[in-house]
């Protein structure tokens, strides 16, 4: 009996004080969207409440993101600076942030609906060679910007 004590006890060891045993241990939810960003490059985040992603900035590309939604375990909030995505297969928006302090740039992508569309956007909105056509009415109508380039 002494001993699977003493074993239990050694294994309690190796969680952290105050957080979460699945951090802990490196699994859960919160792991795998540390994995997720630090594979696609993206540095600087924080991780809020209900797993929302706030960063500094987020580039998507081709050589390293190749799918065509976000993970759903995926959701931006806030990012300070621009989010981009260029040339990947991605037709959803679903994942994509709220807010964007600077630009919001998609350039060949399939993305044909503008649901989960950012709201605001403090800087420029630049879509190039999307497979389906938005004009700016159609951006306007979801999303508050300061200029638009098609």
């Known amino acids: 009996m002494k001993l699977v004590k003493e074993s239990i006890s050694r294994r309690a060891l190796i969680f952290k004080r105050g957080l979460d045993p699945h951090d802990s241990l490196g699994v859960g939810r919160k792991s795998l969207i540390i994995n997720w960003l630090q594979n696609h490059d993206i540095i600087n985040y924080d991780i809020i409440r209900n797993n929302l992603i706030n960063c500094e900035y987020v580039n998507l590309y081709d050589n390293n993101f190749n799918d065509l939604v976000l993970p759903d375990y995926i959701q931006f909030n806030n990012i300070e ?12 928006l679903k994942g994509f942030p709220n807010k964007i302090g600077l630009n919001f740039a998609i350039d060949f992508t399939n993305i044909n609906s503008l649901e989960y569309f950012p709201k605001f956007v403090e800087g420029a909105v630049i879509i190039y060679n999307n497979h389906h056509k938005f004009n700016e009415e159609d951006i306007n109508s979801v999303c508050e910007f300061s200029g638009i380039s098609m």
């Open 81 to 92: 600076g621009s989010f981009a995505c260029y040339q990947t297969n991605l037709s959803s």
